[in-house]
């Protein structure tokens, strides 16, 4: 109480501090007689501690993530190396496919040159009989189309008008 009245009085003269002026030196002076904050301070310490910890774990997380990228290059260089051996059969599977379809429709072509061949050669022989069978299979052709409309088509209205 006599340090509130001292600086009363003397900010009445006129010739002391101010309160706010007091509290700044009285804080100064704890200040001083307290362990200053420098890296040898409890404070200053913990937040050095702090932050190499801080460092460690940032490096950790480096190391870890490399680690991680590493093994993803990996796997998929395997899984390349896999869809190159896959594209390998498959094109290899095709070649055989190929080539083997490829001989069979030579053979097929070969086959069919054969046989158009030796029917030029019997229609050349026998023009009469060729030109007979032909008749006779357009006449069957117009009777069974004949037949297949006159069967699924019912007669048209005035067509029994007239017949009754």
Same mark, same amino acid.
Not at 20 to 34: G, H, I, V
């Given at each position: 109480?006599? *340090?509130?009245?001292?600086?009363?009085?003397? $900010?009445?003269?006129?010739?002391?501090?101010?309160?706010?002026?007091? %509290?700044?030196?009285?804080?100064?002076a704890a200040r001083s007689k307290a362990p200053s904050r420098?890296?040898?301070? &409890?404070?200053?310490?913990?937040?050095?501690?702090? !932050? *190499?910890?801080?460092?460690? +774990?940032? %490096?950790?997380?480096?190391? =870890?993530?490399?680690?991680?990228?590493?093994?993803?290059? !990996?796997?998929? !260089? /395997?899984a390349a190396e896999a869809v190159h051996g896959w594209y390998?059969?498959?094109? !290899?599977? %095709?070649?055989?496919?190929?080539?083997?379809?490829? *001989?069979?429709?030579?053979?097929?072509?070969?086959?069919?040159?054969?046989?158009?061949?030796?029917?030029? /050669?019997? $229609? +050349?022989?026998?023009?009469?009989? #060729?030109?007979? %069978?032909?008749?006779?299979?357009?006449? $069957?052709? $117009?009777l069974a189309g004949m037949a297949i409309s006159r069967a699924? /088509? &019912? =007669? &048209?209205?005035? #067509?029994?008008?007239?017949?009754?």
């Amino acid at each position: 109480m006599a *340090d509130n009245e001292s600086t009363t009085n003397n $900010v009445a003269n006129g010739t002391g501090k101010s309160t706010a002026s007091a %509290a700044r030196a009285r804080s100064a002076a704890a200040r001083s007689k307290a362990p200053s904050r420098t890296s040898g301070s &409890p404070r200053g310490s913990a937040r050095k501690a702090s !932050e *190499d910890a801080m460092k460690k +774990q940032i %490096a950790e997380l480096k190391r =870890e993530v490399s680690r991680l990228n590493r093994a993803l290059s !990996e796997r998929a !260089e /395997e899984a390349a190396e896999a869809v190159h051996g896959w594209y390998q059969n498959a094109a !290899e599977r %095709a070649s055989n496919l190929y080539s083997g379809a490829s *001989d069979r429709t030579s053979r097929a072509t070969r086959q069919l040159r054969t046989q158009a061949h030796s029917v030029s /050669e019997t $229609v +050349q022989q026998n023009p009469g009989t #060729f030109s007979t %069978a032909m008749l006779i299979g357009g006449l $069957v052709g $117009v009777l069974a189309g004949m037949a297949i409309s006159r069967a699924s /088509e &019912p =007669e &048209p209205d005035w #067509f029994r008008r007239w017949h009754r």
